[in-house]
């Protein structure tokens, strides 16, 4: 979905979002009350600069407008794959904009996540994934690599690991694929309106990803897991 039928099916024809580039930010009005928005367009790679002004405006709605929801429009090809932002610094650039968004979390401020395109390793784990909850629209595309790439780094056969993604959601790409792990908690259809209402009103403030996908039988040690950890402490 473009970007503009996305927002105008949210927040009417007069949203007032403003796209810069990849870059997609705007305050709109949704059931009277302001939202801060921002995203990515066009599959955006996440480059030093686009963190950093995504991070900036997360940063300004938690020092000016307390408790104020955020909602993130996600579009992304990953990071950007460039020697310069690699000598800029893009791991810190990322994690900058990771930390940001958990503070917002910290300070009282609902954070959600809409994959709405593509949602593709690093520039979907320091935006979707560390929202209080993250949603997609079934049209979308998250993976973290192709299988072909997975095969490069793990040294397995594509063909096993073709052969585990069809019992194993962690090996697999795709939108039901996520909800069964927890990453994404469901899929909006229909009226996109009233998915973002119930998404503000009822979305986790806690972390429950690891509980959600050990009941949906996609991630199934990973709760029992941490909660054994945290019982070691």
């Not at 993976?143 to 490069?152: D, L, Q, S």
């Not at 690991?161 to 996520?178: C, D, E, H, I, K």
Request: net charge neutral; glycine share 10%; with cysteine.
């Amino acid at each position: 979905m473009q970007w503009n039928s996305l927002v105008t099916q949210l927040f009417g024809p007069y949203h007032g979002m403003r796209a810069a580039g990849d870059f997609l930010q705007g305050e709109v009005i949704f059931d009277g009350e302001p939202i801060t928005v921002i995203g990515t367009i066009h599959h955006a790679p996440i480059g030093v600069e686009l963190a950093l002004a995504q991070a900036r405006v997360v940063l300004d709605t938690i020092a000016q407008h307390a408790g104020r929801p955020i909602l993130l429009l996600i579009d992304t090809q990953g990071q950007q794959l460039r020697r310069r932002d690699e000598l800029l610094g893009i791991n810190r650039a990322m994690a900058h904009l990771g930390t940001a968004i958990d503070l917002a979390r910290r300070r009282g401020h609902r954070v959600i996540g809409l994959v709405y395109d593509q949602a593709l390793s690093g520039g979907f784990i320091t935006s979707g994934l560390i929202a209080d909850a993250c949603y997609a629209l079934p049209e979308a595309e998250i993976r973290v690599m192709r299988i072909p790439a997975m095969a490069r780094v793990t040294k397995l056969p594509e063909d096993k690991l073709r052969l585990l993604s069809q019992s194993n959601p962690v090996f697999a790409p795709g939108v039901q694929n996520y909800v069964a792990m927890g990453g994404v908690r469901s899929v909006w259809q229909g009226d996109l309106k009233g998915a973002l209402r119930d998404a503000l009103a009822s979305s986790p403030s806690q972390d429950l990803r690891a509980q959600d996908g050990a009941q949906r039988g996609g991630r199934r040690l990973a709760a029992d897991v941490i909660e054994r950890v945290l019982l070691a402490d």
